[in-house]
Nanobody, 122 residues
């Protein structure tokens, strides 16, 4: 049974930082591709960052230089460090896991999803 559990969301002022975590069980982070997505009310879910088994990372343009995706294979956990947060970053953030084919920012690529953690920037 695969389970992804996000944590670390909250409310911060613009310019602040948060670190999201995604703890995986029943699933090996090191052997699969993973990503972070977000969805704001009334908007489609969008890819924020992706990480391959090799450790290579990809980001959507609006977060480059501010967000960093990483993983700790010993803890089987995915992270998203978010700095210089902006109000437009406000959304529910989800971690996702799946095969490495296709484009990292396409939700259909991922088989498993967490329940989400809310990030609010004011």
């Amino acid at each position: 049974h695969v389970q992804l559990v996000e944590s670390g969301g909250g409310s911060v002022q613009a310019g602040g930082s948060l670190r999201l975590s995604c703890a995986a069980s029943g699933y090996t982070v090191s052997r699969n591709c993973m990503g972070w997505f977000r969805q704001a009310p009334g908007k489609e879910r969008e890819g924020v960052a992706g990480i391959y088994t090799s450790g290579i990372t990809s980001y959507r343009d609006s977060v480059k230089g501010r967000f960093t995706i990483s993983k700790d294979n010993t803890r089987n956990t995915l992270y998203l460090q978010m700095n210089s947060l902006k109000p437009e970053d406000t959304a529910m953030y989800y971690c996702a896991a799946g095969a490495c084919g296709g484009r990292w920012y396409e939700p259909s690529r991922y088989n498993y999803w967490g329940q989400g953690t809310q990030v609010t920037v004011s």
